[in-house]
């Protein structure tokens, strides 16, 4: 018998969480046992691994954070939402990203609306997945575009051709597995349950596109 997608991607989330976990276990383990076995004289190493460590329980405290969102976004019923104008939506998530890459705003109708569980919530999780498809280092070709059109609300990553063609090309299926942690899991799952999907080109790397419902009040 066949799993079926939640159970697919709850048996994903629980091996990439133990994976992910390792990394700062390790590290906070061997920072306290330098600092048990008194292996640190100076002030300063103490204080670096008192940090680290620090660090590294934080890290462990964001991924089960994660885990236990995801695993309530498949047992919870999706949101209502309330209606929230389309252009507070595409400047929270310019604001969001500008830091790291440009983006423009445009065609976003003055009286375009989308229906959301949560402003920022939604515009986080866009924001968070539009920066770690395109990595520490985005290229610099890289830009976003946030618009509107065929009543959805669009926000889509990549150099200008991988823009045409995420409009214009199939919708591929985007992974959200591969090489990004539990978080953007997590982040596409607030984007489905918001009415909205998420997609990519086939064989081209740091490219994502989003949208979500728009509707158009008269």
């Given amino acids: 018998m066949s799993e079926s ?15 992910d976990l390792r990394a700062p276990l390790s590290v906070a383990h061997g920072y306290l046992r330098l600092l048990r076995d008194d292996r640190l004289t100076s002030p300063e190493d103490r204080d670096r691994a008192f940090g680290q460590t620090a660090d ?20 919870a019923a999706p949101p209502a939402g309330t209606r929230v104008p389309a252009r507070l939506l595409a400047d929270q998530v310019s604001r969001a990203i500008q830091e790291r890459l440009p983006a423009s705003i445009q065609a976003i109708p003055d009286n375009g609306m989308l229906r959301l569980a949560s402003l920022d919530i939604v515009a986080g999780a866009m924001a968070a997945i539009v920066t770690a498809v395109a990595g520490v ?82």
Wanted: glycine residues 8%; charged residues 25%.
């Fill in 56 to 75: 590294a329980l934080g890290r462990i405290s964001r991924l089960c954070a994660d885990a236990s969102t995801l695993i309530q976004s498949y047992d």
């Fill in 137 to 218: 280092r985005p290229r610099p070709d890289r830009s976003v575009t946030i618009d509107a059109c065929d009543e959805e609300l669009r926000v889509l990553l990549g150099a200008a051709d991988d823009h045409r063609l995420l409009v214009e090309g199939p919708r591929q299926a985007f992974d959200p597995w591969r090489g990004h942690g539990l978080a953007i899991p997590c982040a596409c799952r607030t984007v489905e349950r918001n009415g909205g999907t998420v997609w990519a080109i086939d064989g081209r790397q740091g490219v994502v596109g989003m949208a979500l419902p728009l509707e158009v009040s008269t």
């Fill in 5 to 19: 997608p939640v159970t697919a991607d709850l048996f994903r989330a629980f091996n990439l969480l133990i994976h």
